[in-house]
């Protein structure tokens, strides 16, 4: 997955319980082309209005905690019928 602010897919619609890699890139001039061409998808962290985008870090961070959120919780969601 590549972290990209215009991307249409949710950072939490992925099912980070399947292997992955992230690329995070600069916030000011977002993913490179060779960036793009090495991930199959990307990936966008809903922002509150007037926010443009956040340092590679956090954004880092949000995603991959979220990454660890679903593998925490994996047997929530598979005994709930697959509800978050």
Same mark, same amino acid.
């Given at each position: 997955?590549?972290?990209? =602010? #215009? =991307?249409?897919?949710?950072?939490? *619609?992925? *099912? ?15 993913? &490179? =082309? ?13 922002? $509150?209005? #007037?926010?443009? &985008?956040?340092?590679? =870090? ?17 047997? *929530?969601?598979?005994? $709930? #019928?697959? &509800?978050?």
């Amino acid at each position: 997955y590549v972290a990209d =602010a #215009g =991307a249409q897919t949710c950072h939490w *619609d992925v *099912d980070w319980l399947a292997p992955a890699a992230l690329i995070v890139s600069s916030e000011a001039h977002g993913p &490179s =082309a060779a960036a793009r061409g090495l991930a199959t998808q990307a990936i966008a962290i809903p922002m $509150a209005r #007037g926010v443009e &985008s956040l340092n590679a =870090a956090i954004a880092g961070s949000i995603i991959l905690y979220e990454a660890l959120r679903q593998r925490t919780h994996r047997t *929530d969601r598979t005994s $709930a #019928g697959g &509800s978050r």
